[in-house]
């Protein structure tokens, strides 16, 4: 799954490509994806782009008319920009008649012979945002820029990863808890977006066990630990770094110009089971442990 330096590549590639630009038509090629795409898609034409956000690992645009369209990349959904001079030719309606929808004429380029290429915003420039999820698991939503802070999917989200969330908190978050640490950084309502991948390195990096319960972090006073405070500084470098080189390209993410993530040539533990450990000092051999039903990568030898 696009975690939150995927989706933030995602967001930077459609700042530069779509905002600005006026909505021409809205095409769709099936109901929904993870839910039914709303009716009121067909009501963007004419529409400005004027502004892209992200919060968490959704993606935000916010429209000239006071809506906001609410995108969720799922398991495998990516967006791919195509300039005027780059859209093919459409190829013959299915069924031949002209209230058919058209076949996906980016096929060849989106994979999939464009079975999968679901929806599109054509701009009045000529230019496509084609959204294509072969698994089918993505979120579009529409909705009046007002609903946002009671939106179902947005109104329980935690605090970003970035300043000015710190240790401090962290630990009031995760203050009494029992939960281990792995899955307190996996809860949204704690930190947003730091997801499995990130949570891994971040742990490995501040030396801390995915085992360890979250509360063991935090002093009876309620302040952060040194450990707590090496495992936020871990995050927010991290991450950082991650959205640098365009995330981790695993399975099937890509930018919106087809590019790949490099961060995934700069892990630690994460993948890494039986490998050895990548600290001079250690000598460990990397685990892989199951946790909430995710897949925990530590090494036993430097992690406490």
């Known amino acids: ?88 030719p459409e190829p013959p309606r299915a069924g031949g ?38 698994r089918r698991f993505g979120i579009i939503d529409l909705f009046g820029a007002e609903q946002e802070s009671e939106h179902p999917l947005l109104r329980h989200l935690g605090p970003e990863p970035f300043p000015p969330w710190d240790s401090a908190a962290l630990g009031r978050a995760i203050a009494g808890r029992k939960t281990s640490i792995k899955a307190a950084l996996l809860d949204q309502k704690t930190v947003v977006g730091v997801g499995n991948i990130y949570a891994c390195e971040a742990l490995f990096t501040a030396g801390i066990s995915p085992r360890r319960q979250a509360r063991t972090l935090v002093t009876k006073r309620g302040q952060p630990t040194a450990r707590l405070v090496r495992l936020v500084d871990a995050i927010q470098r991290i991450l950082a770094e991650a959205i640098a080189v365009g995330g981790s390209t695993l399975n099937d993410f890509a930018s919106v110009d087809g590019g790949v993530g490099y961060f995934s040539q700069q892990f630690s533990v994460y993948g890494r089971e039986r490998e050895p450990c990548t600290r001079a000092s250690c000598g460990g051999t990397v685990r892989r442990i199951v946790q909430s039903n995710r897949s925990s990568f530590y090494c036993p030898s430097c992690q406490r």
Not at 41 to 58: D, M
Not at 108 to 120: I, M, N, S
Request: charge should be negative.
């Open 1 to 88: 799954m696009p975690e939150l330096p995927e989706v933030e590549t995602v967001r930077r590639g459609l700042q530069d490509r779509i905002v600005g630009r006026r909505i021409a038509e809205v095409v769709i090629r099936r109901e929904g994806l993870r839910f039914p795409f709303p009716a009121s898609l067909k009501t963007l034409s004419g529409v400005n782009v004027e502004g892209i956000r992200r919060r968490a690992k959704y993606l935000l645009l916010d429209l000239s008319d006071g809506r906001v369209l609410l995108s969720h990349l799922g398991m495998s959904g990516r967006y791919t920009i195509f300039a005027a001079e780059e859209v093919p």
């Open 97 to 134: 008649t002209s209230g058919d929808v058209p076949v996906s004429r980016f096929g060849e380029v989106t994979g999939y012979e464009g079975r999968h290429d679901h929806l599109e915003l054509v701009f009045e420039d000529g230019s496509h945002a084609v959204y294509t999820d072969p």
